[in-house]
């Protein structure tokens, strides 16, 4: 099992001040959309010539639709890159914006 946070989770600790990179692996067209605040678009496909944008030292949470290829993208990450600091957002954003910011449009 890989490590996830729930959206409430990440949502209290992005409220009480927490540094936490956000790194979404969509399509640009669906950042587009919508995204929580503050997230990095990386999508999935150019994430092998674009880790090194993602901060080692940081703890970062990995974004996508409905968690599905954020957590292939968290996978990759720590197999390939040896990341260890890496959440994948249970749920996607479409969990997000049901529990946790209902701001953000639902696709």
Same mark, same amino acid.
């Given at each position: 099992? $890989?490590?996830? &946070?729930?959206?409430?989770?990440?949502?209290?600790?992005?409220?009480?001040?927490?540094?936490?990179?956000? &790194?979404?692996?969509?399509?640009?067209?669906?950042?587009?959309?919508?995204?929580?605040?503050?997230?990095?678009?990386?999508?999935? *496909?150019?994430?092998?010539?674009?880790?090194?944008? &993602?901060?080692?030292?940081?703890?970062?949470?990995?974004?996508?639709?409905?968690?599905?290829?954020?957590?292939?993208?968290?996978?990759?990450?720590?197999?390939?890159?040896?990341?260890?600091? $890496?959440?994948?957002?249970?749920? *996607? &954003?479409?969990?997000?914006?049901?529990?946790?910011?209902?701001?953000?449009?639902?696709?």
């Amino acid at each position: 099992m $890989l490590p996830e &946070i729930t959206p409430l989770d990440l949502h209290a600790r992005l409220q009480s001040g927490e540094t936490i990179q956000l &790194i979404d692996v969509r399509q640009p067209e669906e950042f587009a959309y919508c995204r929580i605040e503050g997230s990095q678009l990386i999508p999935l *496909g150019e994430l092998a010539r674009r880790a090194e944008e &993602i901060d080692p030292n940081q703890p970062t949470v990995l974004i996508c639709h409905h968690g599905v290829r954020s957590m292939q993208a968290l996978a990759y990450l720590q197999h390939r890159h040896e990341l260890t600091n $890496l959440l994948n957002l249970r749920g *996607g &954003i479409h969990a997000w914006s049901l529990q946790a910011d209902p701001a953000v449009p639902v696709y």
